[in-house]
């Protein structure tokens, strides 16, 4: 693959009704409407919760906020 292509890839993902609409307010909240912002938050969760598991936090606890 050439360094200079930059792929993104695409999930779809089905989450409780609950569980959606706290993280759409919580995006919201801490940064605004604006177009990415949802997606930007999605890659930082995922970041976060791999780099928990493969420290070995948490045993699979969630938080909730």
């Known amino acids: 693959m050439s360094p200079y292509i930059h792929c993104m890839g695409k999930m779809n993902v089905v ?15 801490r940064m605004g409407m604006k177009k990415g912002n949802i997606s ?15 420290r070995g936090g948490n045993k699979g606890v969630v938080k909730r906020i």
């Open 15 to 29: 989450l409780p009704d609950d569980v959606e609409e706290r993280f759409r307010r919580a995006v919201f909240e």
């Open 40 to 54: 930007e938050a999605l890659e930082e969760a995922v970041d976060l919760w791999m780099h928990t598991k493969m």
